[in-house]
């Protein structure tokens, strides 16, 4: 069980803890991204190879602005799922904090709804 399953899986259920790992990975995936790219452009600047140089820029930009988009599609998962695993209306994801656990607990102890748990 990872750290996010231990801190968020009674709270927003399973699915939304599948997608808020997808979000960490593509953050750790984003700085390899942005190494690698960086290390290819010294390299072919090194050995003069300024083709290579200007391509490894331009698929590390593109890689990172991917990434980036698929981060940003995990959290509108996570939203989604936490709702449903909550009971929401699917519209209302954007109004769940999903990106911290304090905010989320705070959010869901003003909930006034009767029989809402503060844990599910």
């Known amino acids: 069980m990872s750290s996010i399953d231990q801190l968020w899986l009674t709270r927003i ?20 991204t942005a190494v690698v790219s960086v290390v290819c452009a010294v390299v072919c600047g090194v050995v003069h190879f300024t083709t290579g140089a200007g391509l490894s820029v331009l698929i590390g930009v593109v890689g990172l602005a991917a990434l980036g988009v698929l981060a940003v599609r995990s959290v509108a998962a996570a939203g989604w ?40």
């Not at 259920?13 to 390899?32: D, F, H, I, K, Q």
């Not at 109004?95 to 844990?119: E, M, Q, Y």
């Open 13 to 32: 259920g399973p699915r939304a803890c599948a997608a808020l790992t997808r979000r960490v990975r593509c953050g750790r995936s984003t700085l390899l």
């Open 81 to 120: 799922a936490a709702a449903a695993y909550l009971g929401l209306p699917r519209d209302s994801w954007r109004d769940l904090p999903v990106s911290s656990v304090d905010a989320f607990d705070r959010w869901i102890s003003r909930r006034t709804t009767p029989g809402w748990p503060k844990h599910r």
